[in-house]
């Protein structure tokens, strides 16, 4: 299993904007990000193909955060702008070595076998 660390976490008012990473042992996996609020389901926000050719992102978020890898330095990103209080959440780096196909399981967190402990993101108005 691939080791990840997640980073970049804070407070943020509404419309603010964090940059969360995510440091892993190999970047040779699928990669994604979930959250988790409080007496919510683990949900995915946003997931790259391990060459980064293909990606794909919750409807809630489209057009507000940005996945991306750097496989040079073992480290995945999400760049998230226009914060709203509802992304307030423990955001979850995960790693899959395989999905297929990827464009229907991506969001499905049992196709993941490896996790980081979270990072906290809370936004307030």
């Known amino acids: 299993q691939v080791q990840l660390v997640e980073s970049g976490g804070g407070s943020v008012q509404a419309g603010g904007s964090l940059r969360l990473s995510c440091s892993a042992s190999?970047?040779?996996?699928?990669m994604g990000w979930f959250r988790q609020a409080p007496g919510k389901e683990r949900e995915g926000v946003a997931a790259?193909?391990?060459?980064?050719?293909?990606?794909y992102y919750a409807d809630s978020v489209k057009g507000r955060f940005t996945i991306s890898r750097d496989n040079a330095e073992n480290t995945l990103y999400l760049q998230m702008n226009s914060l709203k209080p509802e992304d307030t959440a423990m955001y979850y780096c995960?790693?899959?070595?395989?999905?297929?196909?990827?464009?229907?399981?991506?969001?499905?967190?049992?196709?993941?076998?490896?996790w980081g402990q979270g990072t906290q993101v809370t936004v307030s108005t």
């Open positions: 190999s970047t040779r996996y699928y």
């Open positions: 790259i193909s391990p060459a980064g050719s293909a990606i």
């Open positions: 995960a790693a899959a070595s395989f999905i297929s196909p990827f464009s229907v399981k991506w969001a499905s967190r049992y196709e993941y076998r490896s």
